[in-house]
C-alpha cells in the first residue's frame, strides 16, 4: 500500500515503551519466499537464522526479530529508520535490507549481531523490497520517485536505479531469471524488466487500456498493487479500478484470458511455497467478499469473509484447504474454508491485522495486529493463538520470514 494511504488510515496508537530481549510477551525458496540457499553455518547452541521472524513497526525505528523455535523476541534493533515498512533477506539470511521511505534508505542490518552495518541511499518514498530467485539482486520501488533501485546484497551498492514507472508498487521475478514484473499502482499495465540489461523490456496492458509510449493512468492508485507468480510461472495481478484479474503466462510470455472478481480487488495472493496449496484468494474492497481462483481459473465468492481494507491473504500446506484472511477494520482473521467456500472461523486478535508471514513449514501463521502493538503465532493446524507478543514496536506494520510466505501492503 501506499505509505500516503497508509498514513491516512493509521490511528493514533499510544506508545507502551519496550519490553527486554526474549521477553516471549507473550535449498531454493519457493516462489514469493524471497531468496533461497541454506542458511550459513550456526555454531553450536547459536540460534538459527533460518527460523526467525522479522517485524517491521510502521510508527517507531524497530526492528524486532521473533525466535520461531522458542517462541521468543531475541532482539530489537533500532534502525534509526522512518516510516519503516518492510524487510527483505540476502541468499543466506545473514542481512536483512528494511526499507526506510521517510530517510530514502535502504537499511542493512547484520542478521547475526542485529546491528546496523550500512544504509543505502537510494529515489524517493522506497517501500517494497524483493530479492531475485537466485539472491543476486534486490529490487527495493520508490514509488515517489516512479522507480525502481537494484541493489548488489553482496557489496550493497545500488548498481541500478530505472525509471519510467507509474507508483510501482512489487517487483516479482520470473522463475527463469530473465525477467522481472514490476506492478503499476497508478496505470493500468505492468512493466517487465530485462535483467540481463536492466532496461525496461516490455509492458503488459489490460485490455481496453493502452500502455507506453501512450499510458493510461489510473488515478487514485486505481491499478495494480503486487503482479504475484505463481509456481506454474502463471502471474496474476488485480486491477483497483476495473475488479479484474490480468493473467499472464511468465514462461512463454503470453496474455490469458483477464477474470472478474468483486469490486477494488486488492492483491491477488498466488505466490507461496506451498505445493499442496492450489487456490488464489483476492480480497475485493468494495463489497468485503473474497474471490476464490482455483487452478482452472473457476471462481467462488465468499461473502464478508474480507472488509473494506483487508491487506493480506495466508495459506499453509498443513491445511491446505483454508486460507486466512487479514482483515484490518473488523480486528480479525478469517479462517476460509475454500473447498466449500464458506468462512469456517474468525479468530479475534485484539486489534487490526496488517499482515502476516507463514513458516515454510507451514507451521505458524505470524501477524501483525497493529493498533495494539502485538504479534500474535497462530497454529495452522488448529487456528488457535498460541503465542502472543505484547509491545513490539509501536504499529507493527509487516512480517518478513526466511522461505516463508511474504507480502506486504
Known amino acids: 500500500m501506499s505509505m500516503k494511504t497508509a498514513g491516512t488510515l493509521v490511528a493514533a496508537v499510544a506508545f507502551a515503551g519496550l519490553a527486554g530481549c526474549g521477553d516471549g510477551g507473550m535449498g531454493p525458496a519457493g516462489p514469493g519466499a524471497g531468496p533461497g540457499g541454506a542458511a550459513a553455518p550456526q555454531a553450536p547452541g547459536e540460534l538459527s537464522l533460518e527460523r526467525r521472524a522479522y517485524i517491521v513497526s510502521l510508527e517507531s525505528d524497530e526492528l524486532t526479530v521473533i525466535d520461531l523455535d522458542r517462541l521468543e523476541i531475541v532482539g530489537r534493533v533500532a534502525t534509526a529508520g522512518r516510516g519503516n515498512h518492510m524487510a527483505e533477506l540476502n541468499a543466506d539470511f545473514t542481512k536483512a535490507y528494511v526499507s526506510s521511505p521517510e530517510t530514502n534508505e535502504a537499511i542493512v542490518v547484520d542478521a547475526r549481531t542485529l546491528e546496523v552495518e550500512k544504509r543505502i541511499t537510494v529515489a524517493r518514498h522506497p517501500t517494497h523490497v524483493s530479492a531475485s530467485r537466485d539472491g543476486r539482486l534486490l529490487a527495493l520501488v520508490d514509488e515517489e520517485a516512479n522507480a525502481v533501485s537494484f541493489i548488489d546484497p553482496v557489496t550493497d551498492v545500488e548498481i541500478k536505479r530505472l525509471e ?30 530485462d535483467l540481463a540489461t536492466m532496461a525496461i523490456s516490455g509492458h503488459v496492458v489490460l485490455e481496453g487500456f493502452t500502455g507506453p509510449p501512450s499510458a493510461v493512468e489510473a488515478p487514485d492508485e486505481g491499478g495494480f498493487a503486487d503482479a504475484q507468480i505463481d509456481r506454474d510461472g502463471i502471474l496474476y495481478a488485480a486491477h483497483r479500478s476495473t475488479g479484474r484479474v490480468l493473467v499472464y503466462d511468465t514462461r512463454t510470455e503470453t496474455k490469458l484470458p483477464e477474470l472478474t472478481v468483486g469490486p477494488k480487488p486488492w492483491i491477488v495472493y498466488a505466490e507461496h511455497p506451498f505445493a499442496n496449496v492450489t487456490v ?89 495486529v497493529s493498533s495494539a502493538n502485538r504479534v500474535v503465532v497462530i497454529d495452522a493446524r488448529t487456528s488457535e493463538i498460541v503465542k502472543t507478543f505484547e509491545n513490539v514496536g509501536k504499529y507493527p506494520w509487516s512480517v518478513t520470514i526466511p522461505r516463508g510466505q511474504n507480502y506486504c501492503h
Do not use: C
Open 164 to 193: 519510467g514507472f507509474y507508483t510501482p508498487h512489487f517487483v516479482r521475478w520470473a522463475a527463469d531469471g530473465r525477467h522481472a514484473y514490476v506492478a503499476n499502482l497508478g496505470a493500468h499495465h505492468l512493466t517487465q524488466v
Open 280 to 368: 488464489r484468494v483476492v480480497p475485493n474492497w468494495g463489497d468485503m467478499t473474497v474471490s476464490l481462483i482455483d487452478a482452472k481459473q473457476s471462481m467462488m465468492r465468499v461473502a464478508d469473509a474480507g472488509d473494506h481494507d483487508s491487506n493480506g491473504v495466508n495459506y499453509s500446506s498443513l491445511a491446505p484447504d483454508r486460507a486466512w484472511v487479514m482483515n484490518r477494520l473488523r480486528n480479525d482473521i478469517a479462517v476460509i474454508d475454500t473447498t466449500r467456500g464458506v468462512i469456517a472461523k474468525r479468530i479475534d486478535v485484539g486489534g487490526n491485522t496488517e499482515t502476516a508471514s507463514t513458516t515454510p513449514d507451514g507451521k505458524w501463521i505470524v501477524a501483525a
